[in-house]
């Protein structure tokens, strides 16, 4: 798949703000300061579309990105940031949720694990809670610049064990890097896929 065009539309605040569009929607989640807007600009080809910072919990609503005028990345708030207030953290897990739960464009969903860590609980606690939502996904490993291949994949095999308990089916996994653009025609190609599914 060819990025042809990459383009902001708007940010939402709850879900009855979000686009009124027939677009297929790809989501993209993860604990803050995981890489989702780094990520998001690496497939898009564009190195400011989404905005990056380095303070994690920057992204507070869903933004919404139109590719190839035809579908729909949305980058999410991360969650788990210990910093925000008690409100806020509450405020992201209800638009989260209901955005995860309601949203009918939505065509899969793509959640960040950073590579570095060893399995955090708060990300098996998600993606146990998102398998019972019935909406498919993917993981993708990010950072995987930096670390040793060996080192990555003994992290990658960590995570799938700690979160055998959580899962039903093995979730598609993708490995990825911001830096080096690796992962990007992976990921691309599992967006292709489902677009495809009637």
């Known amino acids: 798949m ?3 065009s990459a383009t902001f539309q708007l940010s939402a605040a709850d879900i009855g703000a979000c686009p009124t569009w027939a677009w297929r929607e790809f989501a993209f989640v993860g604990r803050s300061n995981v890489g989702k807007s780094s990520l998001i ?3 898009c080809g564009k190195a400011n579309l989404a905005k990056v910072s ?3 919990g920057k992204t507070q609503l869903l933004n919404f990105f139109l590719m190839n005028e035809g579908w729909s990345l949305v980058d999410l708030p991360g969650y788990g940031f210990a910093q925000v207030t008690k409100q806020r953290k509450y405020d992201f897990s209800v638009l989260i ?3 995860l739960e309601q949203r009918s464009n939505l065509a899969g ?7 570095r860590l060893p399995p955090q609980r708060i990300d098996l606690d998600f993606i146990g809670w998102l398998e019972g939502c019935g909406v498919p996904f993917a993981l993708v490993f990010t950072k995987a610049d ?3 291949p060996t080192k990555l994949q003994a992290n990658i095999n960590l995570f799938q064990e700690a979160a055998g308990p959580w899962l039903g089916a093995e979730p598609e996994l993708l490995i990825s890097s911001s ?3 690796g992962g990007r025609i992976g990921i691309l190609k599992s967006i292709e896929r489902a677009l495809q599914l009637p």
Request: without cysteine.
């Open 54 to 56: 380095a303070l994690p």
């Open 146 to 148: 930096k670390l040793t």
């Open 179 to 181: 830096k080096t653009g």
């Open 109 to 115: 969903v793509f959640v960040l694990i950073d590579s």
């Open 41 to 43: 600009n690496m497939l």
């Open 97 to 99: 949720k209901e955005y």
């Open 2 to 4: 060819k990025i042809k």
